[in-house]
């Protein structure tokens, strides 16, 4: 039972659905849709591998196979149909797009080291067969598709009333806005890494732009734009009110609800910010400085005071850096490199072996312009 109770919400879950009198139809479609993906793209190859990893295929896919459902099958409003569906298909189709670009360049060769982390879990929680456990916790991500993910876009597509309301579009802004602060965040962690490779140098931590106020603003982005979803389903919920039995009808509210509340956990302490930082506390140096100034997920200002001193091209480093470089000839490229602490001579040389033609403060402008 302990490998299995993880699964018993999602069960709840679909019952629920199954019992609409408006979604039980495309309800069901969605889940034998999310049973096949999950079957072939993420638990046979698991099987084969040993990997969890597939599930970053898998999911995302699942979620733009919610869209199609909820528009195809769903006799709602054109317009408001149209919406939910390309918010999905957005979701769904930009993580999708990465994970395939990860599997074309071979990074799932390995495991991901937020799922290694799970089998930390299971020996804490004495799950000793390691291939049962995996396989019950990705088919738990196939259910959430199956369930609880599916609710917004399936009441929401079922509304038929062609007034759209002042929380629809609140939360259709909320959406956006969350959509754009997630993608703003993963191109600064490109730009920073691909910064990294270019210097030949490597384990920086990454605090610059958003990263500045939270250590997690991609994921914490993605969560609010969930919640931006929730507040424009809120309309065609109340819409259902006359078409369900009561129970339902309020199971079916609350099921909605259990989208925020399994993100939040999913993104902070099953797979993403807590086994995120588990291993870069171990492999960044000055992780634990980043730690102790930034907050893990709502982005807020930075802690004073507490600096992390040993990240390339983050921001303490700059400033430190723009400081002590002052006293250098900028013209002269091959002035040597004295009066600077350890952690920003490595940097500056970095800079003027990458702009050798430039002094050590232009150098190191310019790389970090890139």
């Known amino acids: 039972m302990k490998y299995f109770a993880l699964l018993i919400p999602f069960i ?19 889940a034998i849709g999310q ?19 597939y599930v970053d295929i898998g999911w995302p896919t699942g979620i733009v196979i919610i869209g199609l459902v909820a528009v195809l099958t769903l006799d709602g409003y054109g317009l408001r149909s149209a919406a939910i569906g390309a918010v999905y298909l957005l979701v769904g189709g930009r993580m999708a797009i990465m994970a395939l670009g990860h599997l074309a360049s071979n990074a799932l060769k390995d495991e991901l080291p937020r ?25 738990a991500q196939g259910a959430f598709n199956a369930t609880f993910l599916a609710y917004p876009a399936l009441i929401i597509a079922a509304n038929p009333s062609p007034a759209i309301s002042a929380l629809e579009w609140i939360g259709l802004a909320i959406w956006a806005a969350a959509f754009l602060f997630e993608e703003t965040a993963d191109r600064q962690k490109r730009q920073f890494i691909r910064a990294q490779q270019e210097a030949g140098l490597q384990n920086g931590v990454c605090d610059v732009g958003l990263w500045a106020w939270s250590r997690h603003p991609n994921y914490f982005g993605q969560w609010m734009g969930w919640n931006g979803v ?39 302490f099953y797979s993403g910010a807590v086994p995120a930082e588990y291993y870069s506390v171990r492999k960044r140096p000055g992780f634990a400085d980043y730690q102790a100034r930034v907050s893990r997920f709502v982005p807020k200002p930075p802690r004073k005071g507490v600096q992390s001193d040993c990240h390339p091209l983050s921001r303490s480093v700059r400033a430190a850096a723009r400081d002590e470089l002052r006293a250098l000839d900028p013209g002269h490229p091959r002035r040597p490199v004295r009066g600077l602490d350890d952690t920003v001579r490595p940097l500056v040389r970095a800079a003027r072996n990458t702009h050798p033609d430039t002094g050590s403060g232009t150098a190191l402008l310019l790389l970090q312009s890139q």
């Open 12 to 30: 709840l879950g679909l019952a629920v659905l199954l019992l609409s009198a408006t979604l039980a139809e495309a309800a069901l479609i969605n």
């Open 35 to 53: 049973f096949i993906l999950f079957a072939f793209v993420v638990c046979l190859p698991l099987y084969r591998t040993g990997r969890m990893s």
């Open 115 to 139: 799922y290694a982390y799970q089998r930390r879990r299971w020996a804490k929680t004495g799950k000793t067969n390691k291939m049962l456990a995996a396989q019950v916790e990705v088919t």
């Open 230 to 268: 929730l507040i424009a389903a809120i309309p065609s919920w109340l819409a259902l009110y006359q078409a369900e039995f009561i129970l339902v009808w309020l199971a079916l509210g609350a099921g909605a609800l259990m989208v925020s509340y399994f993100m939040y956990n999913t993104l902070v």
